[in-house]
């Protein structure tokens, strides 16, 4: 790493492992697609680690990694440690990545944290080992609770250099797939493709009362289409879901068509499987 203007002895290595269920499954789709979003995840420290950040202001590096398995991490980059600046609670829940991280599910900086203000680091990733992003694993010394380390204090053997990306999240089977309303926006470029091609009969299911809607995707953009229009607004345009909250949405996949099943009988599928699953009204919540 010196042959790289990188001390050793100024670096703290970081193995992200979210303690949020709903965070730990997208931050490496974060890592992957939305590199500020997840930087953004790391530019916040707990009180100890901030005093360890701030000796390094100017001088240091943080190498970043994500919880891969249990012992193991995987490599996400470099990070310079350029400086830092007090947040107020009020400021740092204006910042735009943080209520949008709030929304994939991290606690961030609550009200029952006993300190007035978290330190923000601006951390610059550098072009130092890129092409190892979602490629390097490494070895995690025990305890795995202790998710931040200096780099000159510790021993962490690389175990392997893929081929391709573990950060890439592998799409899965179509009905295999149950969604969260916030992990629309934030899906990786995968599984963005596969949907983009696929076209069928959707599902989407109400948590808070059990109540569904069937819906189809058809046409230009097929399923991602017509579930980034759900991102987007949260409804879609469709009248008896727009009071309610789309974070209690999941999205799953009842039948895939062929894609060049015409339109017509794309939207007769789709109303059988609104007599069969009885989601028109009043019992779920198709209107028609």
């Known amino acids: 790493m010196n042959k790289r203007g990188i001390d050793p002895g100024k670096v703290i290595v970081m193995r992200h492992r979210p303690f949020e269920r709903e965070l730990a499954k997208v931050l490496p789709w974060l890592a992957a697609d ?3 979003l997840f930087n953004a995840y790391q530019q916040t420290q707990g009180e100890k680690l901030e005093r360890t950040m701030r000796t390094l202001e100017g001088a240091g590096h943080v190498a970043s990694f994500i919880g891969h398995e249990s012992g193991k991490a995987l490599f996400v980059g470099i990070y310079e440690i350029a400086a830092s600046r007090p947040l107020s609670r009020e400021d740092y ?3 735009p990545a943080f209520t949008e991280l709030k929304s994939l599910g991290m606690k961030g900086f609550t009200d029952d944290q006993d300190r007035e203000t978290i330190l923000w680091f601006d951390l610059n990733l550098t072009d130092a080992f890129a092409d190892w992003k979602g490629k390097l694993v490494i070895g995690w010394p025990p305890p795995e609770r202790s ?3 200096r780099s ?3 021993e962490m053997p690389i175990l392997a250099v893929r081929e391709e990306s573990g950060l890439d999240a592998a799409m899965p089977e179509w009905n295999a797939i149950d969604l969260g309303w916030h ?3 934030v899906l990786p470029s995968q599984w963005r493709a596969a949907l983009s091609h696929w076209r069928g009969i959707y599902l989407i299911f109400d948590e808070c009362d059990g109540k569904s809607y069937v819906g189809s995707a058809y046409g230009s953009g097929n399923l991602l289409s017509r579930w980034t229009e759900y991102a987007a607004s949260g409804h879609g345009g469709n009248r008896l879901l727009r009071n309610r909250d789309p974070k209690s949405f999941r999205f799953t996949i009842l039948q895939r068509v062929s894609p060049d099943m015409n339109a017509e009988d794309v939207i007769r599928l789709e109303s059988s499987w609104k007599d ?3 989601t028109r009204v009043p019992f779920g919540l198709n209107d028609n």
């Open 147 to 149: 998710w931040w380390r």
């Open 34 to 36: 939305k590199p500020d």
């Open 183 to 185: 992990e629309l926006a």
């Open 276 to 278: 069969r699953l009885h």
């Open 93 to 95: 829940w204006k910042m």
């Open 152 to 154: 000159h204090k510790n």
